[in-house]
């Protein structure tokens, strides 16, 4: 099946600073990519719909500024947690669908768990 | 009430046993996801569904359109399966995006 890869797995910084997490389709090329959070036991909270050549499309709640989002060419969409403080401590994972606007059949990332201290 | 309704929330089963896991939804879908998330945190997709039934090896999903459910089915069960298993669908109410269900815990014991 399709690959995404997203990287790095795990990060831990410092409060404060950013870190910046990619997401790169493999063997395939995708418009839009999704990208999401989780806290422990719960579901995928989607952040935000990336979008390819334009802007990032946000969710309720979520701040642009603090959670930006890149999606520079077709296989390569990246989030950049700015100014990190611990209760950003997550983990944050991707989503790619192949072809254009985001629908048919969802390939994820393997995430990224991030540790502010 | 959340669109997407899983259940069990959680479910030990012993090896070798056969498990159902079920979903049911409340919005017209295009489409239906089922997902696999292991301890580690990636998530692999197991089925995407519109209609009727899908097998791959001891796994198999069917979805109803007419009464919005559907169920994964694991056969043979093993250790090996157990993770969270996630339903997600997509709504052209939702535009692109999935609406996932809460998850269901699974352990599967030897």
């Known amino acids: 099946g399709a690959v995404v890869s997203q990287h790095p797995s795990w990060v831990i910084c410092k409060s404060g600073t950013s870190v910046k997490i990619e997401c790169r389709s493999l063997d395939f090329q995708a418009t839009t990519m999704f990208w999401y959070r989780q806290f422990p036991k719960q579901s995928l909270m989607l952040m935000a719909t990336s979008n390819e050549g334009s802007k990032a499309t946000y969710e309720q709640g979520v701040e642009k500024d603090k959670f930006l989002i890149n999606h520079a060419s077709l296989t390569l969409s990246t989030l950049t947690v700015t100014s990190a403080h611990p209760e950003d401590s997550s983990f944050y994972i991707c989503?790619?669908?192949?072809?254009?606007?985001?629908?048919?059949?969802?390939?994820f990332g393997q995430g990224t768990r991030l540790t502010v201290v | 009430k959340n669109e997407v309704e899983q259940s069990p929330q959680n479910l030990t089963a012993q090896e070798g046993e056969f498990i159902t896991i079920n979903c049911s939804y409340s919005v017209g879908i295009s489409a239906l996801h089922w997902l696999q998330q292991h301890p580690g945190g990636g998530i692999v997709s197991l089925f995407m569904l519109s209609s009727g039934k899908k097998k791959h090896g001891r796994l198999i999903a069917t979805i109803n359109i007419q009464e919005k459910h559907s169920s994964l089915h694991i056969t043979a069960s093993h250790p090996r399966d157990s993770a969270v298993y996630i339903c997600a669908v997509a709504s052209m109410e939702y535009g692109n995006k999935l609406v996932f269900g809460a998850g269901t815990i699974l352990r599967v014991k030897s």
């Open positions: 989503s790619a669908t192949p072809g254009t606007g985001g629908w048919g059949e969802a390939f």
